[in-house]
């Protein structure tokens, strides 16, 4: 029994004048009815009888109708106070039930067929009820009956065929000489009353909340979530509707899909997803936005999960489990290789997400079993659990570009809050240059002069935008939010052409802690303290100190490797990469934590002796991180051989030649290699170079490793005269790739794998296998945002790297 407290619950009577819900002693001396117009978001009537000292309740779309053939549904909500009966008036926007109540008629009734009120009652609880109403436009016998199998909720009001009745449709407004306005979209806490005559209404799809967890007992349901464009299709008699979350046709993007659904001899509504995927079932979002003619090797699928109305029954009102069932031997007879279901996941909830995790899907979609589908709305009864963080965001500016990057540098993003177009940071990463150009060509068009935030707003290199009038919907990937409502690590994913910026809202909450401005991690007895956390170390990405620190924190597995037992010289930017910068190697032994290690060494000239800190542990990592060290550079040999380094490397520096002249070069160098059956690895600089690695097992002495690279930089030369350059000076060099052999010598460094680098987007000086090294590898895809996910999907390129040492002098005598 829904009563009144629910009634009380749902309203703030401090900004309503609707009456508080008390029950009232004894009874009328006839029972009352009233119906009253309520013009919310959607227009309805509201059906009251006075049964047991309350006004039971209906939410009736269409209206009561004087027609026997008009089944009107009726959604019963909670009992309303009988002083409910005389309320007209406007009820306060933010509120349950928003927008205008009068009545449209009221009386008195009285039981067609029970004897008296307990009676009534009882037949009410069984779901059947017959009256008489004695009003002024509403007269003689009605009866209301509660549906089956379609939830308690679910009634039809009807009119017994007597002196009152009338003998064609009827429409309650016409009463009121007003033309109905049945919108799709409705008040989020309004009942879903539905029940629309025509099947194509309320094309708008029901939408699953957020969640952090996925819901662990026996009423729910567990499906993929896809990662395309929603869609709801509408078929009948061969026209076919297919229709984008946002109301857009799809039906020129798709018309392999609409053919594939004109074969369905059925009215239907159904609820999928549109997906292109290759032939391992993974999502290509980006081929979506041209529609088709899609990729040879790609699948275009409609994967269908729900049906919402067939052959003139309203659906919706039924629960999923019930809907499923329907849905599952229909599709039993029409899949094709474009139209799929959607199977449940079979399996226990604590393994859905390592499931989903193997095989790459975007998450998890819970619902609840017996949920009805509300169209347009998003409730807990659905649920998303993502294994990546992603948001839909409005393109708002672009800043200027840097370093090699063409079109633009970042997207400056934002989102609509309590009505308010806010920044939420900016996106420098995750781009391909076609997807730079594309976005720049749409962007242009939307240019403006004035911010289209509160002037108040601070963006991050605002100097340097271009501001765009709010259109453009794209979406990113993301680690957190921060306190101050603003994307860490945002990384671009696409662009949302489904999408409307009215649509666009924050879909997590903030984390509780991310706005600490200092912390303190303990690694057994040692304590590092992690401090200005909120510094924004890359202005251009809104990237901060914390988040640099948190990533040396994630990827120091990957990194210690390379700086086990090396001297270190630290780069350091206390103010950030638009700040003053320095090397630092000689540390004060006295001023630092005991834990830490060092090692004294005398420099070259044997003028003086340094002591270089040790880096064998996470700690020590993230104490120089702290340092404002956005680079490590340790060096090729370790201090118990110092004189015998671990690694030769030869140092591919374009020096302001072409990335493409760059690659060839590398390339020729991989041929050479090769032939002389050196393994060698390769690793981006994460500034504008390549970085060629042999590892040498710390046998030969410096001189030996520096002649033998620069005996391969010789017959790289000689291939790429034109090109290439051996002469260290930069003058005799300039627009020429230096090949640089002369970081081969003691005390000389070469920046660390998976070190960042102090420029735009805080690229990654990242291990690469050589069949990468081609003409479409771009430097800027490798950032502190994207090499997480890089190292979960691809194998170490470097992983066998300490089983290959080079034997330089048998390879010498090979030549």
């Not at 420029?759 to 590898?777: C, F, G, I, M, Q």
């Amino acid at each position: 029994m829904k009563n009144l407290e629910e009634y009380n619950r749902k309203r703030d009577f401090s900004e309503t004048r609707e009456p508080k819900g008390k029950k009232v002693a004894g009874k009328s001396t006839a029972p009352i009815f009233v119906v009253q117009r309520h013009e919310a978001r959607r227009l309805h009537y509201d059906f009251r009888l006075e049964i047991d000292g309350a006004l039971k309740s209906w939410a009736v779309p269409k209206g009561p109708s004087l027609y026997p053939k008009d089944k009107r549904l009726a959604v019963q909500v909670e009992d309303h106070p009988m002083d409910y009966a005389g309320f007209e008036g406007s009820i306060p926007k933010g509120n349950y039930g928003a927008g205008e109540v009068m009545i449209f008629d009221s009386g008195t009734f009285s039981y067609l067929e029970d004897k008296d009120e307990r009676a009534f009652l009882k037949s009410w609880e069984e779901g059947n009820i017959k009256f008489v109403l004695n009003g002024t436009i509403l007269k003689g016998e009605f009866a209301l009956v509660r549906m089956k199998g379609k939830g308690d909720e679910n009634w039809l009001l009807i009119k017994h065929a007597d002196a009152y009745s009338v003998d064609k449709p009827y429409d309650a407004e016409d009463h009121l000489g007003k033309k109905s306005v049945r919108e799709d979209d409705q008040d989020e806490d309004e009942p879903d009353a539905g029940g629309s005559a025509k099947m194509e209404d309320n094309l708008l799809p029901m939408l699953a909340k957020l969640s952090k967890n996925i819901p662990d007992t026996a009423d729910w349901i567990y499906e993929k979530k896809f990662d395309g464009f929603r869609a709801l299709a509408a078929i009948d008699g061969g026209s076919v509707k297919l229709v984008s979350r946002n109301g857009n046709s799809l039906n020129g993007k798709f018309p392999s899909l609409v053919k594939a659904l004109k074969k369905i001899p059925h009215q239907l509504v159904l609820d999928g997803e549109i997906v292109i995927e290759d032939q391992q079932e993974r999502a290509q979002f980006q081929y979506l936005q041209s529609g088709e003619p899609i990729p040879m090797k790609f699948n275009l699928r409609y994967y269908v999960f729900d049906l919402l109305y067939m052959d003139g029954s309203p659906l919706h009102t039924f629960a999923l489990n019930e809907r499923k069932e329907v849905l599952t031997l229909l599709m039993k007879k029409y899949a094709s290789e474009f139209l799929k279901p959607v199977a449940a996941l079979e399996m226990p909830p604590n393994e859905l997400l390592d499931f989903a995790a193997k095989h790459s899907w975007e998450g998890i979609i819970a619902k609840l079993a017996s949920s009805t589908y509300k169209f347009g709305k998003r409730n807990d009864n659905w649920l998303k659990i993502k294994l990546r963080n992603a948001q839909e965001a409005i393109i708002c500016g672009f800043t200027k570009p840097q370093g090699g990057r063409s079109y633009f540098g970042a997207l400056v993003l934002g989102v609509m809050l309590d009505g308010e177009l806010r920044y939420i940071g900016n996106c420098g990463t995750g781009f391909t240059e076609s997807s730079l150009k594309e976005l720049h060509e749409r962007m242009v068009k939307q240019v403006r002069k004035t911010k289209p935030f509160s002037t108040d707003t601070v963006v991050a290199n605002e100097r340097t935008v271009t501001w765009l009038a709010p259109t453009l919907v794209c979406e990113v990937y993301y680690s957190e939010w921060t306190m101050d409502r603003h994307l860490r690590h945002p990384v671009f994913k696409t662009l949302r052409t489904d999408k409307d910026m009215k649509d666009v809202k924050i879909e997590d909450t903030v984390t509780k802690d991310s706005g600490a401005e200092k912390k303190t991690l303990t690694f057994g007895k040692k304590e590092v303290a992690l401090t200005n956390l909120n510094k924004v170390y890359w202005p251009d990405g809104n990237i901060t100190k914390g988040e640099m620190l948190a990533y040396y924190e994630d990827m120091a597995d990957y990194i210690l490797p390379y700086l086990k037992d090396k001297p270190i010289s630290m780069r350091r930017f206390p103010d950030g990469v638009d700040g003053k910068s320095f090397f630092h190697k000689d540390v004060d032994t006295e001023k630092i934590p005991s834990w830490l290690k060092t090692t004294s060494i005398i420099s070259q000239e044997g003028e003086k002796q340094v002591d270089y800190l040790i880096c064998n542990d996470k700690a020590t990592l993230l104490y120089i991180a702290n340092l404002g060290s956005i680079e490590i550079h340790p060096w090729l040999s370790d201090f118990k051989k110092i004189e015998q380094p671990e690694f030769g490397v030869l140092d591919l520096d374009p020096n302001g030649a072409s990335w493409e002249e760059l690659i060839d070069v590398a390339n020729t160098a991989r041929g050479i290699l090769d032939e002389a059956k050196i393994d060698a690895f390769i690793k981006t600089s994460g500034s504008t170079g390549l970085h060629i690695f042999f590892y040498v097992g710390k046998k030969f002495e410096y001189e030996i490793v520096r002649n033998f690279v620069q005996l391969i930089a010789e017959f790289i030369h000689a291939q790429h005269p034109e090109t290439t350059s051996l002469v260290r000076d930069t003058k005799k060099r300039k627009g020429l790739i230096y090949l640089d052999f002369l970081q081969n010598r003691r005390g000389q460094t070469v920046v660390a794998p998976y070190s960042l680098r102090a420029k735009a987007a805080a690229t990654v000086s990242t291990p690469l296998d050589w069949e990468e090294v081609t003409h479409d590898l771009r430097m800027e895809d490798f950032t502190i945002q994207t090499i997480q996910e890089r190292i979960g999907k691809v194998p170490d390129p470097w992983a066998d790297i300490w089983d290959k040492p080079v034997d330089i002098k048998k390879v010498i005598q090979s030549f």
